[in-house]
C-alpha cells in the first residue's frame, strides 16, 4: 500500500494541451517535494512545498500544497514533448516517501 | 565529484550470491538515503543515515540486507543470497540534511540488479 496516491497512473497527451496530476495522502507532511525521472536515471528535484496553501511556479509548472498539508498538485501549460517522463510525488517528515508516479507522454 | 555516483551501474548475478553496490554521495553531503524501484514503481525506502550511522533503517525488507557508511562518505548496500524477487533499481540519493527539513535529494543513475 502507497502511503501517497499518484493519478492518474499515465496519461498521454498532444503537445499544446495542459494537464494537471495530483499527489494524495492520509498523512500529514512537513514538506511535499516533486521529482521527474527519465529512463535510465534518478530522479531529478523540480520543487519543494513547505507551507500549506503554497504555490509555486517553474516556468510552466505550477504546483500546489494542499492547505493540511496532505496533497499536492502540478499543473503543466502547453505541455511539450520535452516534458516527458515519471512525475514522482514525495511526502517529509523524518525521511521521504515515494507515490507510484505519474508516467506521461506528450505527442508532437 | 559533481554529484552522486553509483558503482556498478548493472550487476547480474546467480541467485544466492553476495552483492555490494557502491554509493559515492555528493561531497558535503551528511546524508544518505537507499531506495529501491521495480518497473512501474515509485523509489521504495531502505535506509538513511545522517553522518555514519543509520538514523532510520526501517525499510530494510529482511536481514539479508545490510548497509554501511564508516566514515560518512562512501555508503555501501550489501544484501547477501540474493533472490529473484531482489531484482530491481537500487538508488542512492544524498543531501545536506534531512528530507523533513525540506532539503531536497540528489540522486544518483542506479545500480541495476538482476538476480538469475
Known amino acids: 500500500t502507497q502511503l501517497l496516491e499518484q493519478s492518474p497512473q499515465f496519461l498521454s497527451i498532444q503537445e499544446g494541451e495542459n494537464l494537471t496530476v495530483y499527489c494524495n495522502s492520509s498523512?500529514?507532511?512537513?514538506?511535499l517535494q516533486w521529482y521527474r525521472q527519465e529512463p535510465g536515471e534518478g530522479p531529478v528535484l523540480l520543487v519543494t512545498v513547505v507551507t500549506g496553501g503554497e504555490v509555486k511556479k517553474l516556468k510552466r509548472l505550477t504546483f500546489q500544497f494542499g492547505d493540511a498539508r496532505k496533497d499536492s498538485s502540478l499543473h503543466i501549460t502547453a505541455a511539450q514533448p520535452g516534458d516527458t517522463g515519471l512525475y514522482l510525488c514525495?511526502?517529509?517528515?523524518?525521511?521521504?516517501?515515494f507515490g507510484a508516479g505519474t508516467r506521461l507522454t506528450v505527442k508532437p | 565529484g559533481a554529484g552522486v555516483s553509483q558503482t556498478p551501474s548493472n550487476k547480474v548475478t546467480e541467485k544466492g550470491k553476495y552483492v555490494e553496490l557502491r554509493c559515492d554521495p555528493i561531497s558535503g553531503h551528511t546524508a544518505l538515503y537507499w531506495y529501491r524501484q521495480s518497473l512501474g514503481q515509485g523509489p521504495e525506502f531502505l535506509i538513511y543515515?545522517?553522518?555514519?550511522?543509520?538514523?532510520?533503517d526501517s525499510g530494510l525488507p529482511n536481514d539479508r540486507f545490510f548497509a554501511v557508511r564508516p566514515e560518512g562518505s562512501v555508503s555501501t548496500l550489501k544484501i547477501q543470497r540474493t533472490e529473484r524477487g531482489d531484482s530491481a533499481v537500487y538508488l542512492c540519493a544524498s543531501s545536506l540534511g534531512p528530507a523533513g527539513q525540506g532539503y531536497g535529494y540528489t540522486f544518483g543513475s542506479g545500480t541495476r540488479l538482476t538476480v538469475v
Open positions: 514525495a511526502g517529509n517528515n523524518n525521511d521521504m516517501r
Open positions: 543515515f545522517q553522518g555514519t550511522g543509520a538514523a532510520d
Open positions: 498523512s500529514v507532511f512537513s514538506s
